[in-house]
């Protein structure tokens, strides 16, 4: 089944380092682009989130640019609770670990 451009996955990853101003679009991509990013965020124990409408916004984002002032307490809510579920995981659950 070919893919029409309706129903193309699309995928965008954030990095936050500790002292940055903002996170960062570090990867985005569509379609076969957008599967590879989300398996390397997976075999790389990178939470996967879902939701088509923040990443819609953050597709319109270039690539090594902060995420603008309007997306700043979505991200930061998302951010926050991925934290939390990542505190409460067994030491060799947490990310990073095999």
């Given amino acids: 089944m070919t ?17 940055a101003p903002a996170p960062v679009v570090v990867a985005s991509g569509k379609g076969t682009i957008a599967e590879q990013i989300i398996q390397l965020a997976k075999e790389n124990g990178v939470y996967v989130h879902e939701s ?21 307490r979505v991200v ?13 995981l067994p030491p060799n659950l947490k990310t990073g670990k095999k």
Avoid: R
């Avoid at 088509?52 to 700043?72: F, G, H, N, R, W």
């Fill in 3 to 19: 893919q029409t451009p309706k129903n193309l996955k699309n995928a965008v990853a954030l990095a936050y380092g500790a002292g």
């Fill in 76 to 88: 930061a809510e998302l951010l926050s609770w991925l934290y939390q579920i990542e505190a409460a």
């Fill in 52 to 72: 088509k409408e923040l990443v819609a916004l953050l597709m319109d984002i270039d690539l090594d640019q902060e995420i603008p002032a309007t997306l700043y």
